[in-house]
């Protein structure tokens, strides 16, 4: 009996990895001809703007207040804790570093996951579901050109907009905080952070982060919006993968992309 519990084990263990290989080829497959393929995203350059005001300008709101509100409360914690050893100055060095590198590109793609990432994922998926894909397919259009391109290279153009525009904010937010209400020198708080941030060390890993949150965010959503199941408890269960698994692999990618930018190996 225990054997044969062990095998079932194994045999299980074996059926997933096969299950997770089988979906990443597919996935893989799924978005190279959806990129490159003939007649992609160029073919329609309508379409394009109207996917980047739907997954970029209709996520401003959420993206503006958020980035305010967290810059606002990294003034406050920062200058709590650099009071107690002197150096309440260089709260605005602080602020900026932490929002250039780390909490811009996170945050945006975790906010751009629930917000964009899910929309994508429930619009495909609702399409699929009402038989919209098929249609195009049987009046010979790809959908894959027409549904899916457009609103992949939405998403790899609005969230690098949209981190940067969550990190500006943020450093504003901060600097209302820190000079008007907790009395810190704006002329330290500006230069110190003039002095500090780096454009190749600090703005531009920042901008490849969102890149490539960007890829993958979008790439996980348009994909399982298209193979969902066409039933409503799919589409819900497809939506929720995506918040999942977008925000899983930020998380685990910026670790290794902040190993590999910042790490002293």
């Not at 290989?21 to 995203?41: C, D, I, N, P």
């Not at 100055?89 to 996951?113: K, S």
Request: glycine content about 10%.
């Amino acid at each position: 009996m225990r054997n044969k519990s062990l095998m079932d084990r194994v045999r299980l263990l074996g059926r997933s990895a096969i299950d997770i290989v089988t979906v990443l080829g597919r996935s893989g497959l799924f978005l190279v001809h959806a990129l490159l393929g003939r007649g992609g995203a160029g073919s329609s350059f309508q379409l394009l703007v109207r996917q980047l005001y739907s997954v970029g300008v209709m996520s401003l709101v959420i993206i503006v207040v958020s980035g305010m509100f967290i810059g606002m409360v990294l003034a406050l914690q920062g200058f709590s804790i650099l009071t107690k050893y002197g150096s309440e100055q260089a709260v605005g060095q602080m602020v900026a570093l932490t929002l250039l590198r780390e909490l811009g590109p996170v945050v945006t793609a975790l906010l751009f996951a629930g917000r964009a990432g899910s929309a994508l994922t429930a619009e495909i998926g609702n399409m699929k579901s009402t038989e919209q894909l098929s249609s195009l397919e049987m009046i010979g259009v790809d959908p894959l050109k027409y549904i899916v391109a457009p609103r992949l290279w939405a998403g790899f153009i609005s969230l690098p907009i949209l981190a940067m525009i969550f990190s500006v904010v943020g450093i504003w937010g901060a600097s209302w905080v820190a000079i008007d209400w907790l009395g810190v020198y704006d002329g330290s708080f500006w230069s110190n952070m003039q002095n500090s941030v780096s454009f190749t060390n600090d703005v531009l890993n920042g901008v490849i982060k969102s890149v490539v949150f960007a890829f993958v965010v979008t790439w996980i959503a348009v994909f399982q919006g298209y193979d969902c199941e066409p039933t409503s408890e799919g589409i819900s269960r497809a939506t929720t993968r995506t918040v999942v698994y977008a925000s899983l692999a930020v998380l685990g990618l910026d670790f290794i992309l902040t190993a590999l930018m910042f790490g002293d190996f």
